[in-house]
C-alpha cells in the first residue's frame, strides 16, 4: 500500500482538520513544485503548471496524477509566470523578471515574442517580434533574431534615451 503524504505536513507543523460533520478526502497526492504561479486548463484537460524558478512548463492529468514535462529547463524559458492559449495550439507564456513574453508552439519550439527592453547604444529599447515582408528588415532596428528562424526579426518598437529615463527617476 502507497503511504501518503500529507499536503500540509510538508509545509506547516499543524493539518487543518475538517469541521464536524464533514470528511476531507485527498484526490491528487502532493506534488513537489518550483514556485508555481499559472495553472491553466488546456483543451485536452489537463492541467499546465509554470514553474518560475525551475524554468520549465509540466502538465497534470487530474484523472491519472501523471505528469509530463511540456517545456523542459534549458528548453528556451527563462522564468515563466504566467499562460495563455491561443485556439491554434500555441502557448503564449509571460516571462516578467525577464521583460519578456515568449510563445511555445505546438511542437514545442520556444520564440520570443517581444521582450521588455534591452540597453542598446545609450537607449532603453522596446522590441516586438515581427514577420517581415521585402525588405522591411532594412527599414527598423532589427535588435534581435529567433534562433529556430532567422528571418523572424525582433524589432525595436520605441526607444528612449536613458539619460532622460533616469532624470524622470530623479537620478
Do not use: C, K
Request: proline share 8%; charged share 20%.
Amino acid at each position: 500500500m502507497q503511504e501518503r503524504t500529507s499536503r500540509w505536513g510538508l509545509y506547516e507543523s499543524a493539518e487543518p482538520a475538517p469541521a464536524q460533520g464533514w470528511h476531507l478526502d485527498t484526490i491528487v497526492p502532493a506534488a513537489r513544485h518550483y514556485p508555481t504561479n499559472g495553472i491553466r486548463v488546456a483543451s485536452d484537460g489537463t492541467l499546465w503548471i509554470t514553474q518560475v524558478l525551475g524554468r520549465h512548463i509540466t502538465s497534470l492529468d487530474p484523472v491519472s496524477n501523471e505528469q509530463r514535462v511540456v517545456v523542459p529547463l534549458g528548453g528556451g524559458l527563462l522564468g515563466p509566470d504566467d499562460l495563455a492559449f491561443d485556439p491554434y495550439g500555441n502557448t503564449f507564456v509571460t516571462e516578467p523578471h525577464d521583460d519578456r513574453v515568449s510563445r511555445v508552439s505546438r511542437d514545442g519550439v520556444v520564440e520570443v515574442w517581444a521582450d521588455g527592453y534591452q540597453e542598446l547604444h545609450g537607449l532603453y529599447s522596446f522590441g516586438v517580434l515581427v514577420d517581415p515582408e521585402g525588405e522591411v528588415s532594412s527599414e527598423v532596428l532589427v535588435t534581435n533574431r529567433t534562433p529556430s528562424n532567422p528571418d523572424r526579426l525582433i524589432i525595436a518598437l520605441a526607444q528612449f534615451p536613458i539619460s532622460a529615463v533616469a532624470e524622470i527617476r530623479g537620478g
